[in-house]
C-alpha cells in the first residue's frame, strides 16, 4: 500500500483529499503545517508529499526544500491557486514532481501519485524550453520527477538536489560545449548522463539521442538507467 503526505492549513480540504485517495487505496497522513510534516517524515516514509502552496509560518515551498533535506528521495506535489509566485519558481528547483491548481483536478493527482518514483529525480539541462517542458511532461507520466536549467550557469543550481541520471543537451548557453556536463560532474561524479544534441559529430559516442529524438528511447534509457542503481 502506498503511503502519502497531505500538507495544508485548512484541515477542512486536507482531510477532504485524504479520504479521496484513501479510497484509491492509499494510506495518508495529513499535516496542518510544515513543521508537523517535517516531523512525520523524519519517522515515517512516504511515497509522496502533496503540499499547499500558501501556509502560514512555512510556506509549501519552504517545506519542499526542509523536507528534502530530511527525505531527500521524496516526490513531491505542490498544489496552488497562484502559479506565478517567486516561491514556487524557487521551488521548481528542487525537483517537483509537479505543480496542481486549485480545486486539484484528482483524476491527475491520483495518476501522478500512482506513478510517483521514489528517487526519480532527472537533471533536464536544456536551452529549449518548449523542449524541456515536454520531456518533462514525458517524465512525470512515467513518475520521475525533473529539475530543469536553461544555462550553464543555471546547472550550479542544481547542488543541492540529487539527481539518478541527468539529459543534459551539448551546446547550452554561457559555456563552451559540454561545460554544463562538466559541471554537472563536478558535482556528481557518479551521475550517469544522457546527451541530446543536434550536434552529433562533437559529442562523445556513449548515451547520445540526437534531435529530433524519440522520445520512447530516452525514457527508455532513464528507466534502465533508474532500475540498475545500486
Known sequence: ?????????????AENLAEILRDAGAEVVTAMGGARALELAAVTRFDALVTDMRMPVMNGAALVHEILQVDPGLPAIVVTAYTGEDDLAAARYEGLLAVLPKPVPI???LELLAAARRNGLVALVEDDVALSQNLAEALRTRGFSAVMAHTVVETDRLGSVQPFAALVDLRMPGGADGEAMRRLARRFPLLPMFIITAHAQSAPAARVFVKPFDTASVLMALESAYESRT
Open 107 to 109: 483524476l491527475q493527482l
Open 1 to 13: 500500500m502506498r503511503r502519502y503526505l497531505v500538507v495544508d492549513d485548512n484541515a477542512a480540504f
